[in-house]
C-alpha cells in the first residue's frame, strides 16, 4: 500500500508522547513538521502521562474508532493516604488519612478490581454532560451527577510496594481511567489514594518498545525518510485473512456493490457469514475490510469500511 500521493502522508505513527503535552499538542506539532493537514490521534493521555499515542495521517484517520477499541496496558503508580481532586499528582489536595494496610490487603483489593467493574468518569474529564465538558464544570468548583460506565479490566499485576507507594500493570479497556482505579483502590483500602505516574506501554499492537519521540519523527521528516518510521493502515488487521479482488470487482466493491463469492478465484475460502477480512486489489493495494453475507443461500462479499 502507497503511503505518498497526491494527499500527502497515509499510515499509522506509534509515538512516545512526553510528559507536560496534551495530546492534541502532540498532534498539533505533527500537523507542523509533517504539512499534513488530516491527522489524528486514537486515545487521548493526559498531559502529565507520557507513552505510546497512536497517531493516523491522511486517509488512515478513517481506522482511528479501530484503534480506540483496542486493548490498552499502563503501568501506574498509586500513592496511598493522599487524595486530589482530579485523582492524580496535579491536583489539589482534599484529604489525607494515615496509611494502615498490609501488602496482604492491598494485593486483595487490587484483585477486586479485575474483570468488568464500573467507574464513575472523574469531573476532571472530557466527558460531556449536559452538553459542556466535566473538566469546564470542574474549573468552576462544582460537580454534578455522573452515570457509572462499564469498562474490562483483564489484569492487574502489582510489580512493587514500596512504603505508600504501589506500581503496577493494568491491561484495560477502552474506557478506563487510571487516576479513577487509582483512586478506587484507595477507597477501598481505607485511606485514600491518586494516581503519582502513568505511563501506556501498548495500544493493540502499539508498543512502547517500537514507539518514536517527537525529535525522532522531526529527523525522519526532515531527512525525508518519514514513511519508514510509517506503518501501512492494513497492519492494524493482520489478525484477519485476506482476498484479492480483480479490477472489475474491485470498482463494485468501491461502489458498496456486492461480490458474489463463487466468483472469487481464492482457493479454499472459508463461507462463515458475518466473516470480517482484509480486500485488496490486483495491484495489492488495500482497499478496505470486507464481510460476508448469506442472501438466499448465497454468500457475497459486501464492503464494511473502505481506507482507500
Not at 486493548?71 to 486530589?84: C, D, F, H, P, Q
Not at 525522519?220 to 482476498?243: M, R, V, Y
Request: aromatic fraction near 8%; proline fraction near 3%.
Amino acid at each position: 500500500m502507497k503511503k505518498w500521493g497526491l494527499y500527502g502522508i497515509n499510515g499509522l505513527l506509534n509515538v512516545l508522547k512526553p510528559p507536560g503535552m496534551t495530546s492534541f499538542d502532540v498532534v498539533a506539532y505533527l500537523r507542523g513538521i509533517l504539512k499534513e493537514k488530516k491527522i489524528g490521534h486514537a486515545g487521548t493521555l493526559d498531559p502529565c502521562a507520557a507513552g505510546v499515542l497512536p497517531v493516523c495521517l491522511g486517509k488512515a484517520t478513517k481506522v482511528i474508532e479501530y484503534i480506540m477499541d483496542m486493548e490498552k496496558v499502563y503501568r501506574a503508580e498509586l500513592s496511598l493516604g493522599i487524595s486530589t481532586d482530579t485523582q492524580d499528582s496535579t491536583g489539589n489536595i482534599i484529604a489525607k488519612k494515615e496509611v494502615n494496610v498490609s501488602a496482604e490487603d492491598i494485593f486483595r483489593v487490587v484483585k477486586e478490581f479485575t474483570g468488568e467493574i464500573y467507574q464513575i468518569p472523574p469531573m476532571y474529564s472530557a466527558v460531556r454532560v449536559g452538553g459542556r465538558r466535566l473538566y469546564e464544570i470542574a474549573r468552576e468548583g462544582k460537580s454534578v451527577e455522573r452515570n457509572p460506565r462499564k469498562i474490562f479490566i483483564r489484569s492487574i499485576e502489582i510489580i512493587n510496594i514500596c512504603k505508600n507507594k504501589v506500581l503496577m500493570d493494568v491491561t484495560c479497556s477502552k474506557g478506563t481511567y487510571i487516576r479513577t482505579l487509582c483512586s478506587d483502590i484507595g477507597d477501598r483500602l481505607g485511606c485514600g489514594g491518586h494516581m503519582s505516574f502513568l505511563i501506556r506501554k501498548r495500544t493493540g499492537i502499539f508498543d512502547i518498545e517500537s514507539a518514536y519521540t517527537l525529535e525522532e519523527i522531526l529527523s525522519a521528516s526532515n531527512s525525508g525518510k518519514i514513511q519508514e518510521i510509517t506503518l501501512n493502515t492494513d497492519k492494524l488487521f493482520e489478525n484477519l485473512d485476506n482476498i484479492h479482488l480483480s479490477n472489475k470487482e474491485t470498482g463494485r466493491f468501491l461502489n458498496g456493490g456486492f461480490i458474489p463469492v463463487n466468483r472469487l478465484n481464492q482457493g479454499n475460502f472459508l463461507l462463515k457469514e458475518n466473516l470480517l477480512f482484509r480486500v485488496y486489489n490486483e495491484e495489492n493495494i488495500f482497499l478496505g475490510l470486507g464481510r460476508i453475507i448469506k442472501e438466499k443461500g448465497l454468500y457475497y462479499i459486501k464492503p464494511d469500511k473502505l481506507f482507500c
